[in-house]
């Protein structure tokens, strides 16, 4: 496995892998692994003949008071997980050379962008894009993997590939959870005992919004109640948003439409986690 | 020589060409070709393998009161000229196949897009930015090819290949003029014949700077003043801007720099003309 630094050196790997057949797919991360990214790398892998990782923690992505400075770094680790899911080169890039001085462009998915973890961290989605942009320039895949974890996300980059005729396909992969149902994310490492505990009901929650679409004529909007309701609830959570909206544009739904997803963000403790699911309505009318 | 409307088909046919090693050279026009168009698609023939002209009037980078619907279509025409000049493939999309109805992504080069055209024109680079990126990855060049006459576009895409990490290299090809110095331009048969007499005046204001950055003492600023000055004089123009600037950031100089260059806008009758001239400063003190 290659770990390689300098952007203009990964391209060129990537254009000779390409130019001997090969098909190549890209995972593009933040560091600090857990077995969602794996998962991830092992997808690339059973579909592609270059499989590049890139691990970059990109501070254009970060609010002004968020965690980008604290922001977990465990490179040999890393690499250490790349390596047994079969990666073939992982791309190392520091802040210098993804931004020059002078660096003053930006890729933004208008609406998309705006509700849910747009209107809690603005700017956030714009860093998002441009930096993902420069990921898909540098590396040149086929593919591209990406965690349905952040389902808002994974929405913006596959809008910004279409609008912008990136030759390249989205996968969205599932959500790999604990056993006990919380969603694997590098800044679980955050939370206290007691916090982890608490976080588990994100999952319940889940769990009771795709059991209320199968099982009772309750409309969306009213789900997002139930949901809301059981979130604030729970001692220790500090609730930022829980809706069942449209599962492509994030609008608002009223009625019982077929298929939704489920968002859902709080705070516990420090830390802010978000976590979704798609959930399908029975044919049972309001 | 093809003529190709379909996004994913251009793109195909290029990576064919990459595929069988020939290098791929692209030159983004809105049509109305004249002689300035047909020399930057003999530039890229005597570089290029592989030779793509595209003609799209981008409505995108029109503003309201703009002259989007009567900018001139010469379909033909155009497709004569590039075939003359050597293109083996002209790319010429409608309106739906580069915008879906949910496109909402665009690309800002921020700093560089707001003087001069930018604070003209609000929204304009914006639109450029954008659909190059678009073109530049439907048809993935080596090289792609632009005229010295929009100086300001080609900083903008120049800075934009260099913040997203666009693997290829921008050629800024010399201004193609007319007989009397006026600029090459499809919006120069908008001129009435009196107009046109009047518009060489803009060449002839730009060789002033020119001459007095090289034989006189005074400023950027003090050479500014003057081209003003000179223009303001002309009956049936209108001066918009008149200015030496840095070269590289359009930003003011008030001192004799080594080098820079001389920006013009002026509206004869209806029509809005740009001109520029890079200048150099000899080795006197103000």
Redesign the interface.
């Known amino acids: 496995m290659l770990v390689v630094a300098s ?1 203009v050196e990964v ?1 060129e790997l990537s ?1 000779c892998a390409r ?1 001997s057949g090969r098909t190549i797919g890209v995972i593009p991360t933040m560091g600090a692994l857990h077995d969602g990214h794996v998962s991830l790398v092992r997808y690339a892998r059973a579909d592609c003949d270059f499989v590049i990782a890139t691990i970059f923690v990109n501070p254009t992505q970060f609010g002004p008071n968020e965690d980008f400075s604290r922001y977990p770094r465990t490179l040999e680790a890393d690499l250490e997980l790349c390596r047994s899911a079969g990666a073939d080169l992982v791309f190392t890039p520091d802040v210098t050379q993804m931004y ?1 001085p ?11 962008s705006l509700p849910f973890e747009g209107a809690h961290r603005p700017g956030h989605f714009d860093g998002v ?2 930096v993902v ?2 990921l898909f ?2 590396t ?1 895949p086929d593919r591209a993997y990406f965690g349905q974890k952040d389902y808002q996300q994974q929405l913006i980059i596959r ?2 590939v ?6 390249l396909q989205i996968v969205t992969c599932p959500i790999v959870r604990e056993p006990d149902g919380l969603a694997m994310s590098s800044r679980n490492r955050y939370l206290e005992p007691d916090d982890r505990r608490i976080a588990s009901e994100i999952f319940q929650t889940l769990l009771l919004a795709e059991s209320l679409a199968l099982t009772s004529n309750l409309t969306a909007s009213q789900i997002s109640v139930r949901m809301q309701e059981r979130l604030r609830s729970i001692e220790g959570m500090e609730l930022s948003y829980a809706e069942v909206v449209d599962e492509a544009t994030l609008e608002p739904l009223t009625d019982r439409p077929l298929e939704a997803v489920a968002l859902i963000a709080v705070r516990v403790g420090t830390t802010r986690l978000i976590d979704n699911m798609r959930i399908r309505f029975s044919n049972q009318s309001p």
Not at 102 to 112: E, M
Not at 162 to 167: Q, S, T, V
């Open positions: 952007p391209r254009r130019k020059g002078t660096a003053q462009t930006s890729v933004r998915v208008s609406k998309l894009s441009t942009a420069k320039l540098i040149e809008q910004m279409i609008d912008l005729d990136f030759g």
